[in-house]
């Protein structure tokens, strides 16, 4: 399995729930997650996607940490048995 494959599960799940996962490109800004998940009800998440048993590089594990101190959701997702409760800890943010 690869990273792209876990990539369009996302998405494709994102869609069945109403919602959009948008590509994260930041020019001038490197290590920031490959996806902005949106769904119903203003409800958001920042996902990093990687292939089975990868981890984030250095600067993407300090851009991570740096969202989620000031309060973002971000997930890592290295499987597609990951997806459903990501999204589904995205959809009880309120």
Do not use: N, W, Y
């Not at 998940?37 to 998440?45: A, H, N, W, Y």
């Not at 990687?50 to 250095?58: L, N, Y």
């Not at 940490?65 to 589904?88: A, H, T, W």
């Amino acid at each position: 399995m690869r990273e792209r494959d876990i990539e369009h599960k996302l998405v494709m799940e994102t869609v069945r729930r109403r919602g959009v996962a948008l590509k994260f490109v930041s020019p001038g800004c490197i290590g920031v997650p490959d996806r902005i998940v949106m769904l119903p009800g203003g409800r958001m998440g920042f996902v990093e996607l990687k292939a089975p048993g990868k981890k984030p590089r250095p600067i993407q594990t300090r851009r991570i940490q740096q969202m989620r101190k000031m309060g973002f959701k971000v997930f890592v997702v290295d499987g597609m048995e990951q997806i459903g409760s990501v999204l589904d800890e995205i959809e009880e943010d309120a």
